[in-house]
């Protein structure tokens, strides 16, 4: 498999603020990055996939300029909900793409917007 | 587009009392599919990977299957412990990576 740590587990913000999440990658070096969001009762939605070095690729529906995402290096993605606002509040996994197909997933951070 | 159906929604069993979850799928060229464990307030687990009809892959006390339109994913002799709910994904054919999920099995075994 592959480990995937995220950061921060939780987080609790003002509407209006931008919040950053972090993605590591801690035994492996991932190319491929992905952020997915879950509502309560929902399956996994894919936002979009992070390529290290280049442009996220955005899912139908996702606004690229608020959920801004960042794949600086092998190891690291970020996903930054800028202006948040109350119904941005979710449960936000991102995951890695490992061998042929398979994706392992990071213990996800809880986001809650007053 | 791909679609994924789970069922059913929510079992309850009895520690020891075996089961299958069905998940059944509707893809244009299958590449993969996987199944998952996840806990509440936690990311998902890997469990399996079915490539093709007719694989089967253990681990433990679970059992996954594939045939060309669903999966089951036998559980035998529950525990306690494999009270989560569990997902299953399906992967197209193709370069693309994107995975869609159903929305799960919640499974809760009583002692």
């Known amino acids: 498999g592959a480990v995937v740590s995220q950061h921060p587990s939780r987080v609790i913000c003002k509407s209006g603020t931008s919040v950053k999440i972090e993605c590591r990658s801690l035994?492996?070096?991932?190319?491929?990055m992905f952020w997915y969001r879950q509502f309560p009762k929902q399956s996994l939605m894919l936002m979009a996939t992070?390529?290290?070095?280049?442009?996220?690729?955005?899912e139908q529906g996702v606004e690229k300029d608020k959920f801004l995402i960042n794949h600086a290096s092998l190891t690291l993605s970020t996903l930054t909900v800028t202006s948040a606002h109350p119904e941005d509040s979710s449960f936000y996994i991102c995951s890695v793409g490992k061998g042929y197909n398979e994706q392992f997933f990071g213990p996800g951070t809880r986001l809650t917007v007053l | 587009e791909d679609q994924v159906t789970q069922s059913p929604e929510a079992l309850r069993l009895q520690e020891g009392e075996s089961s299958s979850l069905n998940c059944s799928y509707t893809v244009s060229g299958l590449r993969g599919l996987f199944w998952y464990r996840q806990d509440p307030g936690k990311g998902p687990e890997f469990l399996f990977t079915l490539y093709s009809a007719g694989e089967e892959k253990e681990k433990e006390r679970l059992k996954a299957t594939l045939t060309k339109k669903e999966s089951f994913l036998h559980i035998t002799a529950p525990k306690p412990e494999d009270s989560a709910t569990y997902l299953c994904a399906v992967q197209e054919s193709g370069g693309y990576q994107k995975v869609t999920f159903g929305i799960g099995t919640k499974l809760q075994v009583i002692p």
């Open positions: 992070s390529n290290e070095g280049s442009k996220a690729t955005y």
């Open positions: 035994d492996f070096q991932a190319t491929t």
